[in-house]
């Protein structure tokens, strides 16, 4: 199963200010056991609100309202997230435990949430195939960390 931890934006992520060193290195860390432990499908850092643009679809008229950032402060904001492959919710909340908190009382905040997972005949083949070559490579790189 896929999860998806999700990182809450807060203050600081949201005024972009940059993380320590110490902070990054743990992320780095954090990350790189992930992947040895073949868990880690995708990490990114999302850019403050500031950048972003906000899209609201309605049924009513069928006209989209485009919203330029900043966006307000609330829950509904993110700061960035980890995907990753575990075999019950329990080990992905483990492994969410496990993410580097930063320094300086930034406290964060990280959603689990499984990803739905679409039947094999509805996604595109191409697609299926690039997720196969891909598990065979990590497969292949996990093979070799066992002889380094």
């Known amino acids: 199963m896929r999860f998806m931890l999700i990182v809450r934006a807060n203050g600081f992520s949201e005024a972009g200010i940059s993380h320590t060193r110490r902070f990054e290195e743990g992320m780095a860390q954090y990350r790189k056991t992930l992947a040895q432990a ?4 995708a990490a990114e850092e999302l850019q403050p609100s500031s950048s972003g643009v ?4 309605t049924g009513r008229d069928g006209n989209p309202e485009v919203c330029p950032g900043p966006f307000p402060l609330d829950h509904r904001l993110i700061a960035g997230y980890v995907v990753i492959e575990a075999a019950a919710a329990a080990e992905a ?5 496990k993410m580097p908190v930063p320094a300086g009382g930034q406290d964060i905040e990280v959603d689990v949430r499984e990803l739905r997972e679409w039947a094999q005949e509805e996604r595109n083949p191409r697609v299926l195939a690039l997720e196969a070559d891909l598990q065979e490579q990590v497969r292949m790189l996990n093979q070799m960390h066992k002889f380094i």
């Open 38 to 41: 073949g868990k880690l499908l």
């Open 54 to 57: 906000r899209i609201r679809l």
């Open 93 to 97: 909340v483990e492994w969410a435990m």
